[in-house]
């Protein structure tokens, strides 16, 4: 076998000689080493891109783990700010509350400022609503007589505001349009009358004489141009000394 390949070499080697073809494109080699070199030949190729492509994913991988980092990092900060944050709402909360009452007063202040002039106004006509039930009366030879109902003074006087919306405006509540609160203004005076009927050793109620004084004092502060409208509590804890305490609302206009 190994006589007839070499006759067969030198048969086609002869012929090859007959073939005009430059020395490079002539290949005698069997095509599976052609192919086997012509691979061997590409392979670095294959593994330089098989390295890359195994490199190429980590800077991404790293990337992102860069990321994440700055991410948490800013997360601690948002948490930390987030707290200080909190502390600060709260202490604020805390101060709003504290400062309902003086902020209370202070508006009250300046409720009291703004309408000073009506303060005055009003104090002059209380004043003037008292003077008028102990008023002597004078005859016509001069001689004075004076009211029964002398003996009343004022106690004490204290004064609330009260926003409120006008019946006629409630159904309109949702329009643009509809009537603003009006700041009611409400007076609780309370008065001490002294009953001269009643003997202070044994005190025992006259109803009689207490129901005129009343009248005498509900009917002077009905005619006051202040108020518009009036309630009254009695205390007869002491019948010679009873307390009649007013409830007077005054007239949007004339709030104080």
Not at 13 to 25: D, I, K, V
Not at 172 to 186: F, I, K, L, Q, S
Not at 207 to 214: E, Y
């Amino acid at each position: 076998f190994d006589a007839v390949r070499f006759q067969l070499s030198e048969v086609i080697g002869s012929a090859s000689e007959l073939l005009n073809l430059p020395f490079p494109q002539v290949n005698l080699l069997p095509p599976q080493i052609a192919s086997e070199l012509a691979f061997s030949k590409k392979k670095p190729f294959f593994i330089a891109a098989a390295a890359l492509f195994a490199i190429a994913p980590w800077p991404l991988f790293f990337g992102l783990l860069d990321a994440n980092a700055a991410l948490e990092a800013s997360g601690k900060k948002l948490k930390a700010e987030t707290a200080t944050l909190q502390e600060r709402q709260e202490t604020i909360e805390s101060l709003e509350k504290k400062n309902v009452p003086a902020a209370a007063f202070v508006e009250m202040l300046d409720g009291v400022l703004a309408s000073r002039g009506e303060w005055n106004a009003f104090l002059a006509d209380v004043q003037s609503c008292i003077d008028a039930l102990q008023a002597p009366r004078v005859s016509e030879d001069g001689e004075k007589t004076f009211s029964s109902h002398r003996h009343i003074w004022v106690e004490s006087l204290d004064v609330s505001r009260a926003a409120s919306v006008p019946a006629a405006a409630e159904e309109y509540a949702g329009d643009e349009g509809a009537a603003e609160p009006v700041v009611r203004t409400t007076v609780n005076l309370k008065l001490r009358l002294l009953i001269p009927e009643v003997d202070g050793a044994k005190p025992e109620h006259n109803a009689a004489a207490f129901n005129a004084r009343r009248r005498a004092v509900l009917d002077a502060f009905r005619k006051s141009e202040f108020v518009e409208k009036l309630t009254d509590q009695t205390d007869f804890s002491k019948p010679n000394f009873p307390t009649l305490t007013l409830r007077l609302v005054l007239k949007p206009g004339k709030g104080i």
